[in-house]
Every structure is written in structure tokens, then in C-alpha cells.
């Protein structure tokens, strides 16, 4: 049940045609690069100054509580992060690629290609987040670095190496756009099979090589897909198309890959955690979260690190291992665990959403001070500067929050059943598991 | 996949139960209205105590004593606040009429962890998180059942 997007004339020019992103790009690296300066340059005080409010709060809401859901991998495709990199990787903007490669053009190793380094980086930020989501210069000191290392690593290796290996928020835009209802897939796989020069990967007259390393033909789902719209623009047989498809329609096929199934934990246990240090009343916690270096962080640091990479994934081996034993199953954990952790992806988005939507409506003041006043510099460039803080919709918070994890529950436990008829176990424990979860999730943030 | 008429007449029981679960009204402990205060230190970036627990139409006041900097109590949902200044006392007299649990917020901006300067108000018992739990169980529970209504297929 897919609808093509691509079908209508006026969609596909505007996909096509590079002007279009690359004035969202232009935007985009403008407010990027804004971010950053704001950091430096702006007040100390977090919550009026552009870099923490327009990045943890506006980006971070439209990210998680539209982007992800809803368009998968959308962000990536206007992200500016690669984008001078990749301009001097071309040697080009806009112009037509030219044939030599520039710069060093190494691949990427082979043991590292997988994403386990985005687990890496993702864990890293997270144990630091409440410098990072405070602390203007702290946020600037990372984003410029993320900045950097994109542009060193287009300038050593080939495509989009930072993007597709490194980049701590693509690992998970990558994992939960399994879950969006939009998809960018090949029509017929034998036209690729018969393509000779596979322009979409090696590049043409017409565009880019995948800067993703992915080669459309093969597409699955949708983890590792940029929808940077290069194939589009080079296919010479008109034979990509963007669809609206079912959500999640990715995860009827379980992974089989054990960096993926620690992603998904790693997701589910941080949203699990934030929401405990950063909106439960325990100051304790927080000051542990925050004192980064003291004793009580290296406390917390352990904490974090022990129940998202030992104690969720054991229980839930646990939980993999009895679902086994009640099937008499033969299939090796090694294959089921990853499996089942699939269908822990909608859990965690809608754990994210719930957090975000906390965080997010309790926030969003800032957005229109911060408006007014970017560097909390005494402006009041749109007469919002002094607004008075307040929480919007706080009567539906609670609410919302349940319909979000409870649906979630549901979508979670119904992909996990698939999960379990596939590969012939019960997802019976799996689904007590999921619910614990939730009714802890529930505890946390009601 | 067309749902059948088996399977849809469970999703409305399921969803009749979900609605019992979300309206139908609690057993209620009654409670004596009475006066209640609590003194509540805030410091950089925390509140102590940080729970509170009242009965419904109990008339409350915080006394909000600062002990570094400025610092604000903003009660969610019931949109009142206070705001004491370094070693000073300031008081928030308020009637617990809403039942429920509430997050109170700084609301003066005293660091880099304002934003998550919280703490909880609880007015007789949580029953939100009851009524979420019960929805939890039930969905968990409804998806179980659920799977036996449909035709076995094997797997691949």
C-alpha cells in the first residue's frame, strides 16, 4: 500500500532541481553557523541565548516531534553540517560534477562500517548533555566540532563518511526513519540489474554519486538513506521514486545487526534517563548529571552507562531467551536478539516524543525571547524579548504523554509479534518487557 | 489486511474499556480540608523537599526560602508563583483544588540548569499515572489477544 510522490510533476522538478534545497540548505548553514557564533559571542545564560534555545529546543522539537516521525530521514537531506565539505570533496556547489575526485577520496574502512561509532558518539554527547543543553559555549564547542570533523573527513575520505559513520544524531534519525511514513525506493529493481554504469552510486553528467555509499537497487529500508535526492536527479531510467508508504513499514523486515538492535537500546534507555535527571524533582541527580568531572558525574557516568548497555539489554535477552524456550526454538540468540530489538524502535520514538513534548511545551517561551533578543544582548528586535515565561498546554501534557507512550506500547508490541511469527518465537516476554518499560516511563514523567 | 468482524468487535470492547479506564471516577478519600505549609529551600538547581503531598481542598503555603540566588515556584496548571530573593522568605498561599500530580518550576532564571529546576506537587493520589497504567496493562493485554484472533501463517 504505497502512494507515489514522484508521480506528480510538480513534486519531482522541485525534488530535481537543486535550487530548491539548496536555499533551505543556504538557511539552514546560516542559523547553523549563527548557532555556533551566538555561543561564543552571546549571553552565558542558556535559555536567552539563539544556539541552546534555537537548537535544543526549536531544532530538537521540529526534529523529533515532526521531522523523524513523519519524513525519516527529512532533516539529513537539508542538514548543513556536511554541506561545505562536501562542496570542497566536489570542488563545486551547484555546478555539474566534475569527473576527477578531489582530495584523498579514501573509503571508509571496512571494520567500521557499521555504526558503532554513532553509538559511540551518541553515548558520549548524552553523558554530557547537561553541560551540552546549558551551557552556550559548551553547545557551540560541540557543534563547531561536529562542524569540522565533517569537513576534515569529507577532505580524507570519499561521500559522506562523517554523516554515515560518525554523526551522533544520523545514527538515530537513521534507526527511527524505519518508522516514518515515507520512503525513497527504486520502481523496478530489474531496470537496476540491467544498468551498466549505475550512475545513482558512481555519479554522471547529471549528479552526485550517492554521497550515502548506499546504492538505491538495493534499498530495504530506510536507516542508511541521506534523501539527498541525488539519484533522483541522476537515474537515466526515471526509476526512483518517493512513496508514502504505511509507518514502520520498515520494520516487517527484522535487522540482524547488533550495532542497530544497541542503538535501539541506547535510544530507549537515554529517553529513560533524561526523563528521570532532567524532569523528575531529584536535584541530587541533576547537580550528579551536571558536575561533569566530580566524583558524583563519574557516579552518574557509570549509572548511564550500566543500565543502557548491561542492564536493558540483559533483561531483555533475558526476555528473548524465555521466548525461545516456550517456542523451542531453535535459532541462535545471536540472530533473535537483534531481531526483537527491532520492534523496540517505535517504543523508543515515542518515548523521545513524550520526553520532548515535556521539555518542549515547558520550553517554548524561550523561543520568542530568544527571537527578539538572539545574543541576550538587551534587543527587542520583534517586541518579545521580555516575555513573560510560561508553560503552553500544560493541561494536555499529561495526556498527550500517555496517548504518545501508550500508542507507542501498542506499535511496539504488534511489530514485536510480527518480529516473532518471522522468526518463530513468542514475543510474549519481549512484550512484558516493553510494557514494564512503558509503565516506568509512565512513572517517570507523570 | 482487512480486520474481521471477530477482530473488530474486540477493538471496541478494548476501546470501551480504555474509555471506562480514562473516565470512571476513583473511590475518593476524603479528607478534612485543612492548612497545610511546608518550607521549601531552593538552591542552584533543586528544591528540598522536592515532593509534596497534600489532600484535595487543603489550603497550602510555601514558604520559599532562597539559599544562593534568585529564585521562582511556579505551580503547572494551577498558574501560580512566587519568587524569593537570596536569604529571604517569600510566601505562596494557594487552595489545592485541583487533584493530581504537578510539576513546580523555577521560573526566574537562576543558571545554566534553570530549565530543569523542578519539583512535584502531589494533591491526594496520582490518579493519572492510575488511570496511564491501567491503559498500559490493558493495551499490553489487548495485543496478546489480539494476536490469537488471527490466522496462523507460518513463519518464514
Known sequence: ?446 | MALSKQQWIFIFFVVLAGAVITVAPLPVYAATPTQRTFRVEASQFAYSPAILKVNPGDTVTIELVSKDVVHGLYVDEYGTSVTADPGQTARLTFTASKPGSFRFRCNVTCGAMHPFMIGKIQVGSNTWLWRASGLTVLAALAILIFQNLIPKTRGT
Open chain 1, 1 to 446: 500500500m504505497r502512494s507515489e510522490l514522484t508521480r506528480f510533476p510538480f513534486v519531482k522538478s522541485l525534488l530535481k532541481n537543486r535550487w530548491p534545497q539548496f536555499l533551505v540548505w543556504f538557511v539552514m548553514l546560516a542559523g547553523f553557523l549563527f548557532a555556533i557564533l551566538s555561543g561564543f559571542f552571546g549571553t552565558p545564560v542558556g535559555n536567552r541565548n539563539f544556539g541552546i534555545v534555537f537548537v535544543w529546543i526549536a531544532w530538537w522539537a521540529v526534529l523529533i516531534l515532526v521531522a523523524v516521525p513523519f519524513f525519516g530521514r527529512g532533516w539529513c537531506s537539508v542538514c548543513p553540517i556536511p554541506l561545505p565539505g562536501e562542496w570542497l570533496q566536489r570542488g563545486a556547489i551547484l555546478n555539474p560534477p566534475g569527473k576527477k575526485p578531489h582530495w584523498l577520496n579514501l573509503r571508509w574502512p571496512n571494520k567500521l562500517r557499521n555504526i558503532w561509532m554513532q553509538n559511540m558518539t551518541f553515548t558520549l554527547v548524552a553523558l554530557f548533555s547537561s553541560v551540552i543543553l546549558t551551557i552556550p559555549k559548551v553547545t557551540s564547542i560541540v557543534l563547531a566540532a561536529m562542524f569540522f570533523l565533517a569537513i576534515g573527513m569529507s577532505i580524507v575520505f570519499e561521500r559522506r563518511a562523517f554523516c554515515r559513520y560518525i554523526c551522533p544524531v544520523g545514527g538515530f534519525i537513521g534507526l527511527y526513519a524505519q518508522a516514518a511514513p515515507v520512503e525513497l525506493r527504486v520502481k523496478d529493481k530489474q531496470i537496476c540489474l540491467g544498468c551498466k554504469d549505475k550512475p545513482c552510486y558512481n555519479g554522471s553528467e547529471a549528479g552526485y554519486g550517492c554521497p550515502w555509499d548506499v546504492f538505491p537497487g538495493g534499498l530495504t529500508k530506510n536507516t542508511y538513506c541521506g534523501l539527498c535526492m541525488e539519484c533522483l536527479r541522476t537515474c537515466p531510467y526515471d526509476n526512483i521514486a518517493i512513496h508514502i508508504r504505511p509507518f514502520a513499514a520498515d520494520l516487517e523486515k527484522p535487522s540482524g545487526r547488533m550495532d542497530e538492535a544497541f542503538k535501539a537500546f541506547i535510544m530507549l534507555g537515554a529517553a529513560m534517563i533524561y526523563a528521570g535527571v532532567l524532569l523528575g524533582p531529584w536535584g541530587k541527580l541533576k547537580l550528579a548529571a551536571y558536575s561533569v568531572g566530580s566524583l558524583s558525574w563519574f557516579g552518574y557516568a557509570a549509572v548511564f552507562l550500566a543500565f543502557i548497555f548491561g542492564l536493558l539489554p540483559v533483561l531483555f535477552l533475558g526476555a528473548v531467551s524465555i521466548g525461545k524456550v516456550l517456542t523451542k526454538s531453535s535459532l541462535t540468540l545471536k540472530k533473535a536478539f537483534p531481531a526483537f530489538a527491532t520492534s523496540l524502535v517505535p517504543l523508543g520514538l515515542m518515548f523521545w516524543v513524550a520526553f520532548s513534548l515535556s521539555f518542549v511545551l515547558t520550553n517554548a517561551t524561550y523561543i520568542f525571547s530568544s527571537l527578539s533578543d538572539p545574543l541576550g544582548w538587551g534587543w527587542n528586535l520583534f517586541g518579545t524579548a521580555d516575555l513573560t515565561w510560561q508553560p503552553y498546554f500544560s493541561a494536555l501534557l499529561l495526556p498527550l504523554q500517555t496517548l504518545v507512550l501508550v500508542g507507542g506500547l501498542l506499535w511496539t508490541a504488534r511489530t514485536a509479534q510480527k518480529v516473532g511469527v518471522k522468526v518463530n518465537i513468542s514475543a510474549v516476554p519481549v512484550i512484558l518487557f516493553t510494557t514494564i518499560a512503558t509503565l516506568m516511563m509512565l512513572g517517570l514523567l507523570l
